[in-house]
């Protein structure tokens, strides 16, 4: 079996900060993502929102460089919440799990990007750099 995500996405709000009672910090944000699809002879777009749950390490450098706007790539898997609501109702969320996390652009007011590699005992990440036009080729 395989559960992977890897999706681009904008920021929609500034993440929230968490701990386990282990004191592992957990970090949580949600980013849009928008699909431009053609029908007949017009372009139409559609917005899906996904939220987004990192631990550890990584939540530790998100946390304090991310914020609302930023354009990021997160490479992840998917994992369902469920549980009983106070009515006695089942409920259910899927949200996705980061493994790593690359900032693409940042909000226009934040200058550009400088290159920042992760430190060597990180885990899980990608070092923070601009994509080139290589990078855009899909292998597919």
Same mark, same amino acid.
């Given at each position: ?5 890897? #999706? #681009? ?7 929230? !900060? ?27 777009? %559609? ?6 749950? +990192?631990? &550890?390490?990584? +939540? ?8 609302? &706007?930023?354009?990021?790539? !997160?490479? &992840? ?10 009515? &006695? ?6 949200? #996705?799990? +980061?493994?790593?996390?690359?900032? !693409?652009?940042?909000?226009? +007011? =934040?200058?550009?990007?400088? %290159? ?11 070092? =923070?750099?601009?994509?080139?036009? %290589? ?6």
């Amino acid at each position: 079996m395989l559960n992977k995500v890897l #999706i #681009i996405g904008h920021l929609v709000r500034d993440p929230i !900060i968490n701990y386990l009672p282990s004191g592992t910090q957990v970090v949580e944000f949600s980013i849009a993502y928008n699909r431009r699809f053609r029908v007949n002879d017009e372009w139409r777009e %559609e917005t899906h929102f996904f939220d987004v749950r +990192a631990y &550890g390490r990584l +939540a530790e450098d998100l946390g304090t460089r991310l914020s609302k &706007g930023y354009m990021v790539v !997160i490479e &992840g898997s998917l994992r369902q919440d469920r549980w009983v609501d106070k009515e &006695g109702r089942p409920q259910s969320k899927v949200r #996705i799990v +980061a493994s790593a996390v690359r900032i !693409i652009r940042k909000p226009k +007011a =934040e200058g550009p990007i400088e %290159e920042e590699v992760l430190p060597e005992d990180t885990e899980v990440g990608f070092e =923070e750099r601009p994509f080139s036009s %290589e990078d855009d080729e899909l292998p597919f």
